[in-house]
């Protein structure tokens, strides 16, 4: 499965300690400059930085269509445009992103985003993880990650925890 990532789910799952089930439920993940900057340059020292920047299931790819990308950045930050636009590129649906915003232009340019609580689910679903509430605990605490009450319980009853 080709797959390209926004910032959000890298570093997020890197702050619990489960950036490898990207490689474990997906393979290669490709990173656009931007979110390769933003995880690896501006972020360094932080969770993932220095795990994207080792990791050989990274591919990092530069965006080619530059009107494309400039039309999308007048609505969205640059890691997310250009998760976009590189999914469009690489004629994969598939793109990791958190944001509301995100995940709705990528909606409107038929693509599937798939946010970190569905990574869990999918990696519980594999056998990857033992527990999706415990992840969602952790993304909680560690990493500050807001998930409302009602899409918490609604997810676990999905895991059949």
């Keep these: 499965m080709v797959i390209v990532s926004d910032t959000s789910p890298v ?27 933003e995880i690896v340059v501006r972020g360094a020292g932080q ?14 790819k530069q965006c080619a269509n530059p009107p494309l990308l400039q039309q999308i950045r007048l609505e969205l930050d640059p890691g997310e445009a250009e998760a976009i636009v590189l999914a469009l590129e690489l004629q994969t649906q598939n793109v990791l992103m958190d944001e509301k915003d995100g995940r709705e232009v990528a909606l409107r340019y038929h693509l599937k985003p798939i946010g970190v609580l569905g ?8 056998g990857l993880i033992t527990s999706v509430r415990q992840c969602m605990d952790d993304l909680k605490v560690i990493a500050r990650f807001y998930i409302a009450d009602s899409l918490y319980l609604h997810l676990v009853a999905l895991a059949s925890e």
């Excluded at 997020?12 to 900057?37: C, R, S």
């Excluded at 990574?119 to 594999?126: C, F, W």
């Design 11 to 37: 570093v997020n799952l890197a702050a619990i300690g489960k950036l490898n089930l990207l490689p474990n439920l997906f393979g290669k993940v490709y990173l656009p400059v931007a979110v390769y900057d």
């Design 47 to 60: 969770p993932g930085s220095s795990e994207i920047q080792a990791a050989p299931w990274v591919e990092v």
């Design 119 to 126: 990574i869990l689910l999918e990696a519980k679903n594999r």
